[in-house]
């Protein structure tokens, strides 16, 4: 079946770990997005990529890295540089125009 | 000012009956509008596109008014598995393919 796939589902960090966070999708699109979802809070965006090897920064880029090195593939690191990340992750894909499809998250909580 | 804005909410409402969600965009040259449900704890599902013309799907309702840069959902004869976070997305502009999310609303159907 197409769709995202987005792992782990939940992950706890240590405080000055880097973490990453996987999201692969077979629905060929070619634009993919990271959110970030606070409790109570709209989705905010991260980083989001048009093609293979180009992303851009979103609302919230600091302390976050992305690459872009296939089209199916856009995997998002949390690095010690991001001081408050425990919230929930998406993972999303589209085709200009088109609505977009989620993965189906992942939590990430730091202990 | 925010890029979309919701009716805060929470809305409780009994079933059956009417409800009506707003949003409202600040960049005119949004091109596409959507609205997406977010159960708890889940990712957001494509509700409906919403058209200039207006759309209904069953008992859902989506109007656009441009001029005003205004987006509404109407949910006619509420059940209560219409409990869910409403989000408001809208789409294009000046940023390929860029959504940006509204806060969501949150509605609770009681029997």
């Known amino acids: 079946d197409g769709g995202i796939t987005q792992s782990p589902k939940y992950l706890f960090r240590k405080e000055g770990q880097n973490v990453t966070l996987s999201c692969e999708q077979n629905l060929n699109h070619d634009a993919m997005y990271w959110y970030r979802q606070d409790p109570g809070q709209g989705l905010r965006l991260i980083y989001y990529?048009?093609?293979?090897?180009?992303?851009q920064k979103g609302d919230i880029a600091e302390g976050y890295s992305v690459s872009r090195e296939k089209k199916e593939s856009f995997p998002l690191t949390v690095t010690s540089a991001q001081k408050n990340p425990t919230a929930f992750y998406l993972c999303?894909?589209?085709?200009?125009?088109?609505?977009?499809?989620f993965g189906e998250g992942s939590w990430l909580t730091v202990v | 000012r925010k890029e979309v804005e919701q009716d805060p909410g929470p809305f409780n409402v009994p079933e059956g009956a009417t409800v009506a969600f707003n949003c409202t965009y600040s960049?005119?040259?949004?091109?596409?509008f959507f609205w997406y449900r977010q159960d708890c704890r889940k990712e957001p599902k494509l509700l409906m596109s919403?058209?200039?013309s207006g759309n209904e799907d069953g008992r859902f309702t989506a109007q656009l008014n441009r001029a005003s840069q205004y987006i509404s959902l109407l949910i006619r004869d509420s059940k209560l598995s219409d409990s869910a976070t409403y989000l408001c997305v809208v789409t294009g502009g000046t940023s390929y393919g860029k959504l940006t999310f509204g806060q969501g609303t949150i509605l609770t159907v009681h029997p």
């Open positions: 960049n005119s040259a949004s091109q596409s």
């Open positions: 990529s048009q093609i293979v090897n180009d992303f």
């Open positions: 999303a894909s589209s085709i200009y125009g088109t609505p977009v499809d």
């Open positions: 919403v058209y200039s």
